[in-house]
């Protein structure tokens, strides 16, 4: 017992120890597993971010705008959306076993938030110009209406 108790408070068996354990801590934050685990967690993580995002939409954001006729939020009332979007992300998060704010951190979440936010608004924004296109089809075709009229004026000078 003696022994033992000397090599647990040599430095020089301390050292390597640690050393070991330091190795295969890299070791496996370096796998496949841990790459996939970490890569898997974080796209549950936007999962949970985009939840969050459509629940503040459909219970704050849609109210505003429905009730406006520019359909616009203040400063404050996006501050107040971001927020509902934030918190009921962290729920969703919470309910799959996730902490998104200690996986993504504060910042990242918030400046993801805005990234999911932003991408619904593109998409809200070409669904509806799929829409006037299908309603206006000679827009669709606008560059090429231009090429032919600037042809005829072109041919309407050559000939006047």
């Known amino acids: 017992m003696n022994i033992l108790t000397k ?20 070791w496996i934050k370096a796998s496949d597993w841990w790459q996939a685990r970490v890569t898997g967690k974080k796209a549950e993580a936007l999962e949970c971010l985009e ?25 404050d009332e996006r501050a107040e959306a971001r927020q509902l979007a934030i918190d009921a992300a962290v729920r969703y998060g919470k309910e799959r076993g996730l902490d998104l704010l200690a996986l993504l951190g504060s910042t990242a979440v918030d400046a993801m938030i ?3 936010v932003n991408k619904a608004k593109r998409a809200a924004a070409e ?13 669709n075709d606008f560059s090429e209406w231009a090429a032919m009229a600037k042809k005829t004026l072109a041919e309407k000078d050559a000939v006047g």
Do not use: F
Request: proline share 3%; net charge neutral.
């Open 114 to 116: 805005g990234l999911v």
């Open 7 to 26: 090599l647990l408070e040599s430095p020089m068996v301390l050292n390597l120890a640690l050393s070991s354990l330091a190795a295969v801590w890299a």
């Open 127 to 139: 669904a509806r110009a799929a829409k006037r296109a299908e309603r206006h089809p000679y827009l």
């Open 51 to 75: 939840l969050g995002a459509e629940k503040a939409y459909e219970a704050y954001v849609r109210g505003i705008q429905a009730g406006r006729e520019d359909g616009t939020l203040t400063d």
